[in-house]
């Protein structure tokens, strides 16, 4: 089959329903898409076809023995390679992980599989999740699929160029200090990261336990929605799991601005990003306020301090995470009596730089000394940005502003600046500090490089972010916009 | 740029990484710089602030302190995934010279 009528998870699943397509017909269309032409993006690691095409033929029975379908029934997902799924590599793209075969499925992954959806493969991300342009891995860069020699945002790249590419309609990505967000607005297409908590980090290979999230990848509003009512929900596996005051429901989910105030935050708009980013977004705030929703400008004043806070927590958080892997059960044990030598061999020659260099800086935070003045530091203003937020959702359901400050850049271009590396997160990382949801959806492009936009809500109003965003696609297209 | 002290050596060891000649230098002008960076905090008034790692209200999240066995299946995955054993038993490197 050449030609898929079908673009997002409900159409395929309601397709599936009617009888007008079989779950394997779907399988090896993706499959054999992602073959040919993934060579190009590299945003597969590895496809499961034996174990994929199996899945869709029980799907296939199911619905021939007149079976009810589950809620993704057929719908092929692909994973991030830093949650596992039995029996495969689960490698965070990394050298050291690159043997780890995973003994149990992830929470999401266990739920999506009993909710009937396929595990197509595991896509490419920055190593270890560290990265906003998915360069780090140790399988090699993640190429946009709108312009090829252009970054797809990161770390979840592969995820996000899956989708765009239109190798797969879902995925999972993780979400530290904007890696679902920023790589979707890169790619054109629709990240949410959930409310802290939200989401069960089960089987999350973890980067930062106090900021990680799990999300959804899709073209669609609708779509994430979907996916989070499958993943959702608390997981005794979890203790930082909580319990939902609401489930989220696809089908009920508002598709208007009435009756919603909108939070624009003028720390959001600042000198030196992307003017086409800057016109599309306000654009963006101008058919809100025509179309029921009440705009008001406010203020978050620490902005300027949120990236700071998390390139203080983050490194710190996965200096501690990473300790593990040290060769004895991950990674490859060197050839030495030494043991103090075996670990420094694993750990320097199964690490990329970038990893290196956050465990570097964690650990420098944490010891004696800096532990106080860095760590401690950070954890208090953590607190104070999350109060930034409260008092800004006691006048606003939700807060709008841009996900990204530049659109895609030249693969290579900030490669060997850090620090401008970091800056790309600017917009995202607050949401991580606060625990607060977020989702990114496209709202323009800049010479055919897609621009995204944000909405941001109070913790536990991930419906109201999904509703936001599902109200701007029913009055724009372009999450309807395929590259190429 | 505030005077950042950043001993490559002490942090290099404590964090257990082996740094190639081109990782040294590298680091060596990067990371005071990314330092210098995040000490904008300081600017940043917390008297009257806790510092809180997770923000809920959830406190000794905690199961019953029952055993329960692995199933087989499980068992036979992690000793198969991990570097070195033999049968049941998993080695590792001594720790005593």
Known sequence: ?????????????????????????????????????????????????????????????????????????GVPVAIKDNMT????????????????????????????????????????????????????????????????????????????????????????????GGSIRQPAALC???????????????????????????GPIAHTAQDCALVLEVIEGIDEKDSTSLELDEKVVPELIEKNFKGMTFGVPREY????????????????????????????KISLPLTDYALAAYYIIQPAEASSNLARFDGIRYGTRAQTDNLWKSYLHARGDGFGAETKRRIMLGTYI????????????????????????????????????????????????????????????????????????????????????????QFLGASMQDGKILRAASAYQSLTDWHQKDPK | MANIEFNLDRVAKLAMLELTDQERAKFQEQLPSIVAYISKLQ??????????????????????DEVCDSDEDTHSRLIAAFPNSKGDALEVPGIFE
């Open chain 1, 1 to 73: 089959m050449n030609n898929m009528k079908y673009r997002t998870a409900i159409e395929i699943r309601n397709a599936i329903e009617a009888g007008e397509i079989t779950a394997l017909e779907v399988v090896e269309y993706y499959l054999a898409k992602i073959k040919v032409e993934d060579k190009a993006i590299n945003a597969f690691l590895e496809t499961f076809d034996e174990s994929a095409l199996e899945s869709a033929r029980k799907i296939d029975a199911m619905k021939k023995a007149g079976e009810a379908l589950p809620r993704l029934a």
């Open chain 1, 85 to 176: 799924i039995k029996g495969q590599i689960s490698s965070c793209s990394s050298k050291i992980l690159e043997n780890h075969r995973a003994s149990y499925d992830a929470t999401v992954v266990k739920r999506l599989k009993v909710a009937g959806a396929i595990i197509i493969g595991r896509t490419n991300c920055d190593e270890f999740a560290m990265g906003s342009s998915n360069e780090t891995s140790f399988w090699g860069a993640v190429h946009n699929p709108w312009n090829l020699k252009k970054v797809p945002g990161g770390s979840s790249g592969g995820s996000a160029a899956a989708v765009s590419a239109g190798f797969v309609p879902i995925a999972l990505g993780s979400d530290t």
């Open chain 1, 269 to 296: 708009f600042i000198d030196g990003m992307d003017e086409e980013v800057r016109k599309s977004v306000e654009e963006a705030i101008e058919l809100i306020k025509q179309n029921g929703g009440e705009i008001k």
């Open chain 1, 366 to 453: 944490l010891s004696a000394g800096y532990y106080d003045a860095y760590y401690k530091k950070a954890l208090a203003v953590k607190t104070e940005i999350f109060n930034d937020f409260k008092k800004a959702f006691e006048q606003v359901d939700v807060i709008v502003c841009p996900t990204s400050p530049a659109v895609a850049w030249d693969i290579g271009e900030k490669f060997n600046d850090p620090i401008a590396m970091y800056l790309a997160d600017i917009f995202t990382v607050s949401a991580n500090i606060a625990g607060i949801p977020g989702i990114s959806v496209p709202c323009g492009e800049n010479n055919g490089l897609p621009i995204g936009l």
């Open chain 2, 43 to 64: 600017e940043v008034d917390t008297s009257n602030t806790d510092a809180k790692t997770y923000l809920s209200d959830r406190v000794n999240v905690f199961r019953a």
């Open chain 1, 188 to 214: 054109g297409i629709t990240g949410m990261k959930p409310t802290y908590g939200r989401v069960s980090r089960y089987g999350l290979i973890a980067l930062a336990s106090s900021l990680d999230q799990i």
